[in-house]
């Protein structure tokens, strides 16, 4: 962990500089009719989980290069997590993948604890197979042609719940490899009833108060067809499986140019949006760092989000996921949780009144403006002033490159050679 003297020296050469910026803008929020404390206090209770395997560098299929001081195994990583969390305080909660991160319970909630860490939703790994496995995954998991390795597939996605329901955790997010790579590969309809058959049984194992979220991918790894390709079969999945069920929507799972957030504010209407992935895209499934590429589009996305506030019921999951080639992950994951915490901010300083007023008289200038409004406001004071009210850092970047925390650990985490990005 960051030395708390550190975080309040680095703090204090930035003080008086955010309390001007803050006031001004305070000011002029209030000429629009925001109380910015308001604002802050909402941001500030707006937390990100941070999944396990993002503190790590990625890497594509062609190669990874690994970085310096990586996480050698999950209390590592969740000792990184503990540092995104010290100085962001936008990610007090930590996403696991069962089998990479398997420990005792006790260790774990143990160094959580410690680390002023909760655990999120669970994640099950069905997309590759593990050492001693009796079943292999090549051509699928829950839906696969052969029953022994569907039901191997599930005791999996059972065998995870039963781990994060000692860890605090109340959801298992699902997401299979599963498709095909040539026509006429699999059946579609027998392979998605094989796929329903499997879901129901994980379902069925789910406790009273947990939420299980599916995640439709239009492609990759398997290039013809993914069994859950989209919204509208991931609708139709939880919807069969019943009110526990719900639609979560990573943001890179579709095709170029998407209306993501019509999608969003669809699953809404219906009750049926889980949470979400964040990051950003460019070509494909990218993941690219959330904000990085087309920060209006993650804002749209959050204009529905707070548009659907105090909804019954209405509680998404948050969780970013994206892989981290170039840069330092947790100066990535950092500045990433930030970008959400500021389409938020962004999004709650729309007039929603003069918006749906427009909206009402047809006056289509008139009402993108009034999104325009809001994504153009600079939020960072707001932002900053949130994280020093709650201990952390007014600049979390420049205060961990001052803190020396990657050479730190780099001292003791060997670099690992490895192949493959783990992203899902
Ligand atoms: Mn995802």
Redesign the pocket.
């Known amino acids: 962990m960051i030395d708390k003297s550190l975080i309040e020296a680095q703090n204090a050469r930035r003080l008086a500089a955010l309390q001007s910026d803050y006031a001004a803008l305070g000011e002029h929020l209030a000429r629009r009719g925001f109380n910015i404390d308001a604002i802050k206090k909402k941001v500030g209770a707006y937390g990100i989980a941070i999944p396990s395997w993002g503190v790590g560098t990625g890497g594509t299929r062609f190669a990874r290069f690994p970085g310096e001081g990586e996480p050698r195994h999950i209390f590592d990583k969740l000792e990184d997590c503990g540092v995104i969390q010290q100085l962001t305080r936008a990610t007090p909660t930590v996403s696991l993948h069962i089998p990479w991160d398997k420990a005792p319970t006790a260790d774990l909630l143990g160094k959580a604890s410690d680390l002023g860490l909760r655990f999120d939703a669970m994640n099950s790994n069905t997309f590759q197979d593990q050492p001693q496995q009796r079943s292999s995954y090549k051509y699928g998991s829950v839906s696969n042609a052969d029953a022994p390795t569907r039901m191997q597939a599930v005791e999996h996605n059972l065998e995870c719940i039963e781990i994060g329901a000692k860890l605090g955790s109340k959801a298992l997010?699902v997401?299979v490899g599963d498709g095909t790579n040539f026509p006429g590969q699999q059946d579609f309809t027998r392979q998605f009833d094989r796929y329903m058959d499997s879901l129901h049984a994980i379902y069925a194992g789910l406790p009273p108060d947990w939420r299980l979220f599916t995640?439709h991918?239009m492609y990759e790894p398997a290039f013809y067809s993914t069994v859950l390709q989209d919204w509208g079969t991931n609708y139709i999945i939880a919807t069969e499986l019943g009110p526990q069920a719900y639609c979560?929507v990573?943001l890179?799972?579709h095709a170029p140019n998407t209306n993501i957030e019509m999608i969003v504010a669809r699953l809404i209407s219906r009750q049926k949006l889980g949470g979400f992935?964040f990051?950003d895209s460019k070509y494909g499934d990218d993941d690219l760092d959330t904000g990085s590429v087309d920060p209006y589009r993650l804002f749209l996305v959050f204009n529905e989000l707070v548009e659907a506030e105090g909804k019954p019921g209405f509680t998404p999951a948050h969780?970013l996921?994206q892989s981290h080639n170039v840069t330092d992950p947790i100066e990535s994951l950092m500045v990433s949780a930030m970008e959400v915490q500021r389409a938020y901010a962004q999004a709650l300083l729309v007039d929603r009144a003069a918006l749906h007023a427009a909206q009402d008289d047809n006056d289509a200038l008139m009402a993108t403006t009034q999104l325009k409004t809001g994504f153009r406001t600079d939020v960072e004071p707001i932002l900053a002033m949130a994280r020093l009210d709650a201990g952390g850092a007014i600049d979390p970047v420049a205060t961990f490159r001052a803190a020396g925390y990657r050479a730190r650990v780099a001292a003791i985490r060997p670099k690992v050679m490895g192949q493959g990005g783990g992203?899902?």
Do not use: A
């Open positions: 997010t997401w995640e991918k979560l990573d890179g799972h992935h990051n969780m996921d992203i899902v």
